[in-house]
């Protein structure tokens, strides 16, 4: 529930004393009190619903990027809706760690030239991301076959991450029903690049649609010898007809 002006949330933003999160205002604050010069830890007080904020406009977008330590603490964000032209997400990048939460009924609407969409962060860099769940994901895609690529139900780009107890429940919605759709989609992440993630017990339902590069789990792997342990996709995976691409119903690449 939104409640009054955007107030400095309570805490310090440090391991021991981090900043509480109990509106969707503090949300807000939380984003404009990152600390550049060392890592920000967040701790959700409450469920959120982020419904009065009519267009989240993720911060966290140009390098360096800042180091966040996000901690749900059980507790659930709903009804986020971002239509950011670039890293469309909660969080934009990130690198650091987000935990013990859950996500319901949110939606993303990327840009047509937006390269890195996910919910939780567009692209994201030897963060750990664990006991997440994501239910009744919506992502509108506007995108032509050429650009809108990097799209994943959590994150967009990854590298060097690890995803541990992860659960993603996504429909990739060609939205302007044009018959174009994005070039990179995973259910989970939209590409794995070159620097090794760690992959475990992380499972995806829902609908996907790509047009080159379309995976029920995961878009495109880049990294070699990348292990994918204990993982199931469950997705319907909708590729171009005339496309003579890579779409799977488990990695597109």
């Not at 995108?143 to 107890?165: P, Q, R, S, W, Y």
């Not at 996504?170 to 990179?184: A, K």
Request: net charge negative; glycine share 12%; hydrophobic share 30%.
């Amino acid at each position: 529930e939104y409640q009054g002006e955007s107030v400095v949330p309570e805490g310090k933003g440090t391991e021991a004393d981090p900043y509480l999160v109990e509106y969707a205002n503090d949300m807000l604050a939380m984003m404009n009190e990152l600390k550049g010069d060392e890592p920000t830890y967040i701790k959700l007080a409450n469920d959120i619903d982020m419904s009065s904020i009519e267009e989240w406009m993720p911060v966290n977008t140009t390098e360096p990027y800042k180091t966040i330590h996000f901690d749900g603490d059980g507790k659930t964000i709903k009804n986020l809706y971002s239509n950011a032209a670039t890293k469309c997400s909660l969080f934009g990048a990130i690198t650091g760690s987000v935990k013990n939460v859950n996500f319901e009924d949110c939606t993303l609407e990327p840009g047509s030239d937006a390269t890195g969409t996910g919910l939780i962060a567009g692209y994201a860099k030897n963060t750990v991301f664990q006991n997440i769940k994501v239910k009744n994901l919506t992502i509108n895609s506007l995108g032509n076959n050429n650009n809108g690529k990097n799209l994943g139900g959590a994150v967009g780009i990854a590298e060097g991450c690890t995803f541990d107890n992860v659960t993603v429940d996504v429909d990739v919605v060609d939205y302007d029903q044009n018959g174009t759709i994005p070039r990179v989609v995973g259910g989970l992440v939209g590409i794995l690049q070159e620097e090794t993630s760690t992959v475990n017990n992380c499972h995806t339902t829902g609908t996907v649609r790509a047009h080159h590069y379309g995976g029920g789990f995961i878009g495109v792997v880049k990294c070699e010898n990348q292990e994918i342990t204990n993982c199931t996709a469950d997705v319907k995976v909708i590729g171009l007809v005339d496309s003579g691409n890579y779409n799977a119903g488990f990695i597109g690449y």
